[in-house]
């Protein structure tokens, strides 16, 4: 918040390193970033060409997720085969400057290859006039923005002459050069822009789309920072835009106020272009409906841009999971959907029907209470789990689920002599205890020293009649199911609470398993419960695949 108020303060006096007055004066024009100033008016058949425009976002965010692991997956192989760290860091370092290299290399010559084009208006009727500015009759016309790239144009005036309703110019442009030569987010300007049916061409659209996409997959996950949300908006803008010149060279120019079809507009079909681009990637529903209409106040068209994203989110759907998710897998990140979709012979599995221990790993490795330190040095040298369930003697002489200690705990504690005892005493010598926050932590500092420390305890006999108080360090409040405990709700329980282990225990209290987030995967959960069926084959079993 302070940051944001911070910038909007400087941002309302000046641009760039100009002072330009009215310091504090917050203008809401500054905070709409791609502001459409025109509104359309749509009708039922606006739906139409969103769907459309849906389908083709989920598809096309599909394959440029599909395209991205690719590229991704071959980098990280490639880094993998180099030994040196520097010339590993000479690649990170290479690659986006090759990407800066060529990207600019297209974007100031590519332009050259495409003529110039005249600034066109409506003079009367349905009639197209070129070298016209502007008309005061229709309001279909060329955006002043434009880039004239190396485009001649009469320099008296800048070209620019009035004669009645019209106003006429000699100035031509460069499609391609509006597209490339300038900012991203200029770009998307001219595509969004209104009555502006001319403006670009097919050529232009397509050829802009099939190398900025290209550059925009490769670009993405290299070792620089650079997020995907204006070039998804550019993207989607540039197919939207095309899908927008097809409908008006089909249908005809309708810029009059008062026309049923004055919706057919190409910049109001690249916003939801845009939008279904964005909603086909990043799989986002009504917060990128929010986000769309906060970027562009087109208030008009927001039933239209919620069609095109849940039409994309479908589509894509089917083919990928999201693109932040896809990558969250491929850094093996175990990242639980809402809801587990898990199939058997086409059909989807109810979780209700089973339980928890159907899916936990055992059996589990356990320590105790009062523990050698030999033995949790063994432990964690031999033991890659991330944590282990703490048991203790009960009354009857059964040990007992007592609570949940994780490895970088047990690490820290075992960096401290002064705990370690020489007899198994239940009484707890607090002045010895260590600090909460010493054992809080996200890594271990110096693990060459920890690893050679471990195995010494692990190797000296001195270290096997040494005992270690875990009570005062243990997680008591470590969450534990009953082994035939409903999966469906132990998934639920386990992501709403953002659990790391889940102990299953039995009617005694006996620790049975654990459950842990790999455990939950959707493919785990379709591998275990698949093998438990084909392991019973009853009759009861056919109540197991259920329709959705």
């Known amino acids: 918040m302070v940051a944001s108020f911070t910038t909007a303060l400087f941002n309302s006096a000046f641009s760039g390193f100009h002072?330009?007055?009215?310091?504090?004066?917050?203008?809401?024009?500054?905070?709409?970033?791609?502001?459409?100033k025109n509104g359309l008016s749509i009708n039922i058949l606006t739906f139409i060409p969103a769907t459309v425009l849906g389908v083709i976002g989920g598809l096309t965010g599909a394959l440029f997720t599909f395209l991205n692991l690719k590229i991704v997956k071959t980098r990280i192989n490639l880094l993998a085969k180099v030994q040196s760290k520097i010339s590993k860091h000479i690649l990170r370092l290479g690659e986006p400057i090759l990407i800066m290299v060529i990207s600019a290399t297209v974007s100031v010559y590519l332009p050259s290859l495409f003529s110039c084009s005249p600034f066109v208006c409506i003079k009367q009727g349905d009639e197209i006039s070129t070298n016209c500015w502007k008309s005061s009759v229709n309001p279909?016309?060329?955006?002043?923005?434009?880039?004239?790239?190396?485009?001649?144009?009469?320099a008296g005036d800048r070209g620019v002459q009035a004669h009645e309703n019209y106003t006429w110019t000699n100035r031509t442009y460069n499609e391609m050069a509006t597209l490339l030569f300038g900012t991203t987010e200029s770009a998307i300007h001219q595509l969004f822009s209104r009555s502006t049916h001319r403006q670009l061409g097919y050529l232009p659209l397509l050829v802009v789309l099939l190398i900025y996409s290209l550059m925009a997959c490769w670009a993405a996950?290299?070792?620089?920072?650079?997020?995907?949300?204006?070039?998804m908006l550019f993207i989607g803008g540039l197919y939207g835009r095309f899908?927008?010149?097809?409908?008006?060279?089909?249908?005809?120019?309708?810029?009059?106020?008062?026309?049923y079809w004055l919706w057919m507009d190409p910049g109001a079909f690249a916003l939801v272009g845009a939008a279904s681009f964005f909603g086909g990637v990043s799989r986002l529903t009504m917060s990128l409906a929010v986000i769309m209409i906060e970027m562009t106040n087109d208030v008009q068209f927001l039933l239209p841009i919620m069609a095109a994203i849940m039409v994309s989110k479908w589509v894509g759907d089917f083919f990928t999971h999201s693109y932040y998710l896809a990558l969250l897998e491929l850094n093996c990140i175990p990242f639980l959907d809402a809801k587990p979709i898990v199939n058997c012979n086409g059909k989807s599995i109810s979780l209700e029907v089973h339980s928890a221990a159907d899916v936990m790993s055992a059996p589990p490795v356990v320590v105790h209470v009062h523990e050698s330190v030999s033995y949790l040095a063994d432990v964690l040298l031999n033991v890659s789990h991330g944590g282990f369930p703490v048991v203790r003697k009960a009354a009857n002489g059964e040990e007992v689920f007592f609570g949940f200690i994780n490895r970088l705990q047990l690490a820290v504690l075992l960096k401290y002599p002064k705990l370690f005892t020489n007899m198994q005493n239940d009484a707890v010598d607090l002045s010895e205890e260590v600090e909460h926050l010493q054992l809080t932590i996200d890594k271990l500092e110096k693990p060459d020293l920890i690893e050679e420390m471990l195995l010494n305890y692990s190797l000296n006999d001195d270290f096997k009649d040494l005992h270690i108080n875990l009570e005062p360090y243990v997680n008591q409040s470590a969450v534990s199911v009953p082994g035939k405990f409903s999966l469906e709700r132990a998934y639920i329980t386990f992501r709403t609470m953002g659990l790391r282990h889940?102990?299953?225990?039995?009617e005694n209290n006996h620790v049975i398993g654990v459950i842990t987030r790999?455990?939950?995967?959707?493919?785990?959960?379709?591998?275990?419960?698949?093998?438990?069926?084909?392991?019973?084959?009853?009759?009861?079993?056919?109540?197991i695949c259920l329709d959705d």
Do not use: W
Request: hydrophobic share 40%.
């Open 19 to 36: 002072y330009q007055g009215s310091f504090g004066a917050f203008k809401s024009e500054e905070y709409i970033l791609f502001r459409v």
């Open 140 to 154: 279909l016309h060329t955006d002043h923005e434009v880039v004239a790239y190396t485009c001649p144009y009469d």
């Open 221 to 231: 996950g290299t070792s620089i920072s650079s997020g995907l949300l204006v070039p």
């Open 243 to 259: 899908v927008g010149a097809v409908m008006v060279a089909v249908f005809g120019v309708h810029t009059q106020p008062k026309s």
């Open 502 to 506: 889940m102990t299953v225990v039995d």
């Open 518 to 543: 790999k455990d939950l995967m959707g493919f785990n959960l379709e591998e275990k419960l698949l093998s438990k069926i084909r392991q019973t084959q009853s009759e009861e079993d056919v109540l």
